[in-house]
């Protein structure tokens, strides 16, 4: 049982919830739940390479509230992380495509879509989301692939990180939203 100041526990209950974190092992796919931070392709590019699974599946259309993808250049977030692994030495015949989702939980839904249609038997993968972002693309992609095993290997964006989410109002906005949506949106 830990003990400590109120506020000392609280923050770290909820940085333990919210920032998952697992060391990379082999796996089936190395999936990547969409958005506009080339950082996680970079990151499941490096995860690739090292050899830990045969396919990267990055997953987005854009974001729904937005309504278009706001990538400059680019008309989905599929694409523009396609191009981030391909610069980053992963060859294109291991990307696998999913340009529909235009949230995390479609994201999920509809990567299963394509896994499925691939004949892709997922036992075991890799989720590269954001770190404060890491719990509830978890949450979503355990859903659909119940049976699996996942390795959450993040990147830090936004400047938002374990160490650092609690020191600055907008960053706390962000994680404590994330709460609030690991809840709410189930």
């Known amino acids: ?22 060391q990379p092992e082999k796996a089936d796919v190395i999936f990547i739940p969409g958005g506009d931070q080339g950082a996680l392709a970079v990151t499941a590019a490096k ?11 990055p997953s987005g259309r854009f974001s729904k509230p937005v309504g278009r993808c706001m990538i400059p250049g680019y008309e989905t977030e599929w694409e523009f992380l396609r191009d981030i692994l391909v610069e980053h030495g992963v060859p294109k015949e291991a990307v696998l495509e999913e340009r529909q989702a235009t949230f995390t939980y479609e994201n999920a839904i509809f990567s299963r879509k394509v896994t499925d249609a691939f004949g892709i038997e997922v036992k075991r993968a890799i ?4 770190a404060c972002h890491a719990r509830r693309a978890l949450l979503y992609y355990e859903v659909l692939y119940p049976d699996a095993e996942f390795f959450v290997c993040p ?15 907008g960053k706390i906005d962000v994680v404590l ?3 609030e949506k690991c809840g709410g949106q189930f």
Not at 3 to 18: A, L, M, Q, R, V
Not at 127 to 130: D, I, M, S, T
Request: net charge negative; charged share 25%; glycine share 12%.
């Open 177 to 179: 939203g994330e709460m």
């Open 1 to 22: 049982m830990r003990k400590g100041n109120g506020k000392g526990k609280f923050i770290e209950d909820i940085t333990d919830f919210i920032f998952v974190e697992h």
């Open 47 to 57: 995860l690739y390479r090292g050899g830990y699974a045969p396919w990267v599946l």
């Open 155 to 169: 990147t830090v964006t936004r400047g938002i990180s374990r160490e650092n989410w609690f020191l600055e109002d």
């Open 127 to 130: 989720l590269c989301p954001q």
